[in-house]
């Protein structure tokens, strides 16, 4: 479990500088037991009516790319 922590933890650095050009920020918050990563979208992208879409077109979708164990990416507030 810890080397898919550290594996789940460098996923924000794929995608800060795309959402960094429109002001936001992603943050990697935790990676429960059942194999669901939380993250958290700051600054611009927090409560973005397009931050759904981020999460799980973009987002999830990686994950799920480069770490298929990974159930499910969810944020956190």
């Known amino acids: 479990m810890e080397q898919l922590q550290v594996n789940v933890g460098k996923v924000p650095e794929h995608f800060r500088p795309t959402l960094r050009r429109v ?3 992603v943050k990697f918050g935790d990676l429960a037991a059942n194999k669901v990563v939380k993250i958290r979208l700051t600054d611009s992208c927090q409560g973005c009516p397009m931050s759904g879409r981020t999460l799980k077109e973009g987002i999830q979708r990686f994950v ?3 770490i298929p164990s990974i159930r499910a990416v ?3 507030i």
Do not use: I, Q, W
Request: hydrophobic letters at 10%.
């Open 74 to 76: 969810e944020t956190v």
């Open 64 to 66: 799920h790319s480069e």
């Open 23 to 25: 002001g936001g920020d």
